[in-house]
């Protein structure tokens, strides 16, 4: 779109379907005004509007309304407005992006009308009519578009018929802000005016710098250096030092997570914390490359778009690893408030965690789908406390020939940016999501929210890996957080850049120099080109209509220089911009939780109910809503996918996937997580959730000396003590436990503040941290499912059972506290892991799968629905602490490193041999009763329940919450 | 020696089940040629070496206005005579997820009584939930051997769907009648047993469950399921309940095996 001075007709284009045929999005809608309380709509008509823009003839009109954007069998399109079907009272809703947001069907659209010959249409833009009859007043059709129709971050309302918003032309104007003689309280009060988000150390150590070079720094400089040195870019709080129980820890991660990595000296890393993902070798003559990270702050503003830009991003950095990989896995987990709440609990400002949920999942999908990647393991756990401040981590999979698994970047290299044209979009993504999230967060943050455009990043990919395996660039990075600033400034750390902004090819007219530098718009890279390999890619990018544009090259004087036309607008040393932020020392303290195993609720007669809550509660019930609606077998490489058995609705526990089309080499994927421990003790939080992962891959065949992990912290405000204790807790528990366990980290990320202010008081988010483990599997022929397989074979219980009580799903659905939350023996788990392995490997075990929430019941119970099988199992012979008396401790504890195992009789004198020294037991065997008997302690039934029953509490809370 | 099938397997911004399906291609026998539509609007002469043009899944331009429009508009605009004549010679199409619902859109298929482009005969809508949905179904085979891409296949048979835009809609009743009539109907869903069966063995609500269609010469086909996605007996999601010795094919590349046999006969 470009910028016009002249007024052009604007041409009104409606679709809709014909009468008769069933409209699945207005069903779907009028389903959704129901549950507000709306009881009034009568019907709901969604009509799609498109407005072009230039001297349009009837005629072509005409031809663009028919043979392309109606469907002739299903829809009929009019040229200016419809007759409304219903006549009776309607009110109309019409909803439009904001100016300057992407709309991802303007350039499809366009580019079809060109292809049919039509060059009169200039522009267009398109909106969404809703059409709501019945009796509601505007009060109420106005309370359904901003609950359900629109957000007004991105979209508005159109109120009455628009010309085409222009944004001005930029007329340049060199901007200085003036911090000589600025006293503390000014400082602090820039930081907060322009948004930087940098506190009073780093503004002094700003001014002190211009202070020397005698002058005032443009506002490119100040943004240059909030965008380097925020919290999301430099991880100063993980990278700082900290004071906690009487230690100097001198830099957190580097002490915990890295140091276990440089210690286990595993020869298969290839590359770790260094890149934008971390590489493992796969095989002789590939790499992959695994990482995860958040998009909180965004998607709790817009759910749709920031999640599908979180899974955008995420997946351009396994892009933008070594010379650029090829993405092959989707991995995402979420953290929502409770689907079902009440209105009346949400908090002024922050969004219906339904609405969040169902935004997120839709989001992770479109972008993930049209990415053409598998979208194929994940989690989701809720609590109220995620309500202002949901979690969305996503993560990408990469596979790259180990050729180009590094990048350099050299002196007289030009500079190229490729994909997405920049705009406002995103600006300040980088410092905002640094901050705590308020109830005006959505509207001083509104730039920083952004809608994704899945085919332009495909495009990109497609051509970029052309051009990789034709050798025509030196290094690849993407623009994340900080845009060019943070591409561009660490591309060039070692050398030195110049960077001419005004040649970067952007959206639409309006933008100032700094804007553009640190604009978060997505789907770009950036390369490095050497001057004689320009034109080959520009041609490669170009064959397929991608754009590609030289704005700089890479210098040897080691310093930032950013020019718009002949005006230089920033001159910075890359030393400063780098190693000039001044090292945080925070005050970090724990005080521990008393933890009493003694403490239980009553002992019901019988157990069957409490399981019946435990298999239906959110954390533990059937993701199935959100699984169908990815993609996770394109690319035709699943080989055990998030659900299977009888009918294909089993949950298992790590995917597999065979990368390569003519390998039977595979990646197994697997998420621990559990916030629900860290309320009791962060560090076995983070030791629980290690284990997890790791059972997870072990469950399925994997071995955990070929695996890798990446840690993702979401915490809430470090600057409080305690919460930072908690975060020295969980960083010290990754060390200990990947240190017996053999598990180098690879990469990971933190997000912190995360915490949402009400106005009245401020609620932090659980502390939360996920693991995510990738583990390269030799042979996928040799991976078993949880789903168990016949009739007649015997039941074992791996792993002792402890009185561990504390944060279990259990204990939370009676509403009950207290007890001792799990805890890891690393020794033992990493021993059993490894027996385990070996047994799956030979050919040993049918079907296994890993005891994590809901304990022994839950995996006893989704093993057999997803079998349609029976069995009766006795709890007297699971190997457990001698102290334990009651039967719902062993049937609900969630002690760690346990595994539920299916083995034929034949094979069970060579499983008993390969398992040997490993604490198990015998509980039973699978018959075909299709139900599921548990004895308990005393030998008196303790749980008998139809699988049909249990599968059916288990399947349906997401569907019934989300109509289907 | 056999004669070489070249297969054509078109790609575009969005298409994204490109490699698998070269892939299924090169498993069957066939070589196959993977070419962006740009590259073969400035090389026009590939169509006509070709004896088989694929068109892959995808969410070419992102389904932008609806699914496979973009590319049906602009491969209509752009190839219609060289695409014309590739099927009026008599050689092969396949379309799969969204190049079913690409061919449908340019009037390639179902085509019950006019030549492949001239009319518009129904259409590829959004699934009667409302949403894109990824499950394995089940497909009862052709009743008859007409179809050149289903000829030796078993009469039910399994494969994964991925799409959101995939109920089936004829224009009329006629249309349907007209489609029965001429044989075109090759794949519908149903349930493990061969029977027709709602939601979710009919996963979007197509009219009479139909999953698959060809041209009333049998050489066109169009379907929503992916046959690319079960070349091997590992991507099928219950293998390991077959036992520990399952192996083999998966079922999907009998229809790559059965295009190729024809081509290599007949072309």
Known sequence: ?964 | MAKKVRALILRTAGTNCDLETAYAFKMAGADPVLMHVNAVIEKRSVIDSSDILAIPGGFTYGDDIASGKVLANQLKNSLRNELSRFVASGRLVIGICNGFQVLVKMGFLPAVSSVPGDSIDATLSLNDSGKFESRWVYLRGPENGKCVWTRGLLPVIEMPVAHGEGKFIPKDPGVLSKLKKNGQVVFRYCDPSGNDAGYPFNPNGSVEALAGICDPGGRILGMMPHPERHVTYLQHPNWRRRGPKASGMGIGLEVFRSGVSFARKHL
């Open chain 1, 1 to 964: 779109m470009k910028y016009t001075l002249k007024e052009e007709r604007h041409h009104r284009i409606e679709v809709r379907d014909k009468h008769g045929i069933y409209d699945a999005v207005a069903e779907g809608l009028k389903r959704d005004i129901d549950d507000l309380g709306v009881d009034t709509v009568t019907g709901v008509e969604y009509i799609q509007v498109y407005t072009l823009i230039g001297d349009v003839t009837a005629k072509e009109m005409t031809l663009i309304g028919r043979e392309l954007l109606a469907d002739k069998i299903s829809q009929e399109y009019r040229l200016g407005r419809f007759k409304f079907r219903n006549s009776s009272k309607v009110h109309v809703v019409e909803i439009a992006y904001n100016p300057g947001v992407m709309d991802p069907v303007v350039d499809s659209a366009m580019k079809a009308i060109r292809d049919m010959g039509i060059s009169s249409v200039k522009s267009l833009h398109t909106s969404k009519k809703y059409v709501l009859a019945g009796s509601i007043t505007s009060k109420q059709a106005s309370f359904i578009a901003d609950r359900l129709l629109y957000n007004k971050l991105i979209q508005n309302v159109v109120t009455h018929e628009e010309g085409e918003k222009h944004l001005k032309p930029y007329l340049f104007r060199r901007v200085e802000v003036e911090l000589a003689g600025l006293g503390d309280k000014d400082l602090i009060r820039l930081s907060k005016d322009r948004q930087l988000y940098l506190n009073l150390e780093e503004m002094r150590t700003i001014q002190a710098y211009f202070r020397k070079l005698k002058r005032a720094p443009t506002d490119c400089e100040l943004e240059t250096l909030a965008q380097t040195w925020s919290e999301h870019c430099k991880h100063k709080t993980m990278m700082g030092a900290v004071r906690y129980n009487g230690r100097f820890i001198k830099n957190l991660l580097k002490q915990t997570v890295v140091k276990v990595t440089e210690d286990l000296k595993k020869p298969w890393c290839v590359s770790v914390f260094k890149d934008n993902a971390g590489i493992i070798r796969f095989d002789d003559k590939n790499n992959v490359c695994f990482k995860v990270e958040t998009h909180n702050h965004p998607s709790a503003l817009e759910p749709y778009g920031g999640a599908g830009t979180g899974i955008g991003g995420v997946i351009r950095d396994p892009m933008g690893t070594g010379l650029g990989s090829k993405p092959v896995l989707n991995t995402d987990v979420f953290c929502f408030g409770i689907p079902d709440a009440p209105a009346s609990k949400v908090p002024r400002g922050a969004l219906h965690p339904k609405r969040v949920f169902k935004g997120v999942v839709s989001g992770v999908r479109d972008y993930g789908n049209k990415m053409g990647i598998p979208t194929v393991n994940g989690a989701v756990c809720f609590d109220e406390r995620y309500t202002g401040n949901p979690l969305v981590f996503c993560g990408n999979v990469g596979i790259m020939p180990r050729k180009y698994s590094f990048k350099k970047v050299s002196a007289g290299d030009l500079i190229v940016a490729v994909g997405g044209r920049t705009g406002r979009d995103g600006i300040h993504g980088a410092t905002f999501s640094s901050a705590e999230l308020t109830h005006e967060s959505e509207t001083i943050s509104s730039t920083a929210v952004q809608i994704g455009n899945p085919i332009t990043e495909k495009k990109v990919l497609d051509t970029m890996l052309r051009a990789r395996d034709l050798g025509l660039y030196e290094a690849v990075t993407d623009c994340g957080a900080g845009g060019f600033s943070s591409a561009v400034g660490e591309m060039g750390e070692d050398t030195g850049a110049e960077v001419y902004l005004d040649r970067a090819p952007l959206k639409y007219g309006g933008l100032e120099p700094w804007e553009i530098w640190v604009s978060e718009a997505q789907e770009r890279m950036v390369l490095s080109v050497k001057p004689k390999k320009l034109k080959k890619l520009l041609d490669v990018f170009s064959s397929e209509n991608v754009e590609a544009t030289v704005i700089g090259k890479f210098t040897n004087d080691k310093k930032l220089k950013l020019f718009f036309k002949d005006h230089i607008v920033a001159d910075l040393d890359m030393s400063f911009i780098h190693g000039g932020l001044p090292r945080l020392v925070r005050n970090a303290s724990w005080k521990p939780v008393k933890e009493d195993p003694s403490k239980l609720p009553k002992h019901p007669a019988r157990l069957d109910n409490d399981l019946m809550k435990v298999l239906s509660s959110w954390n533990v019930c059937s993701k199935e809503w959100i699984i169908r609606q990815y993609d996770h077998e394109v690319q035709g490489g699943s080989v055990l996918k998030p659900l299977s058995g009888v009918d294909n609705d089993g949950p298992q526990d790590a995917s597999v996937n065979r990368p390569l089309l003519d390998s039977d080499r595979g990646i197994a994927l697997s998420n621990g997580i559990n916030p629900a421990y860290g309320d009791i003790d962060p560090y076995w939080m983070a030791a629980s959730a290690i284990d997890e992962a790791l059972r997870q891959i072990t469950a399925v065949g994997g071995d955990i000396d070929k695996t890798a992990i990446l840690d993702n912290f979401c915490w809430g405000n470090t600057d409080k003590p305690e919460q930072l204790g908690g975060l020295v807790r969980a960083a010290e528990a990754c060390r200990d436990m990947a240190l017996v366990f053999g598990t180098p980290f690879i990469s990971g990320k933190d997000s912190l503040n995360n915490e949402f202010n009400t106005g009245k008081k401020t609620v932090s988010i659980p502390p939360t941290l996920l693991i995510s483990a990738i583990s390269v599997i030799e042979d996928c022929s040799r991976t078993v499912s949880s789903d168990m397989k016949k009739k007649g074979n015997l039941i074992y219980v791996i792993g002792m059972t402890y009185q561990e009580m504390g944060g279990s799903r259990y204990f939370i659905e009676k509403g009950f506290k207290g007890g001792v939350v799990p805890r890891v023996r690393p020794d033992l788990s990493r021993k059993t892991m490894k027996s385990l392995h070996a047994a799956i490997k030979k050919g040993f075990v049918r079907s296994c799968h890993d005891l994590s929430e809901g304990g022994l019941a839950v995996a006893l119970s989704e093993m057999l629905f997803a079998g349609g099988l029976g069995a009766r199992v006795d709890l007297s012979r699971m190997p457990r602490k001698k102290s334990i008396t009651r039967d719902d401790v062993l049937i609900f504890s969630e002690s760690n490193s346990r595994f539920l195992v299916e083995i034929e009789p034949s094979r069970n004198d060579r499983f008993k041999t390969a398992m040997k020294g490993i604490p198990m037991g015998l509980i039973g065997e699978v018959d075909d009763t299709g139900t599921m008997t548990v004895l308990g302690l005393s030998g008196k039934v303790a749980i008998q329940c139809g699988i049909d029953i249990m599968k059916d509490a288990w399947k349906k809370p997401i569907y019934k919450v989300m109509h289907g």
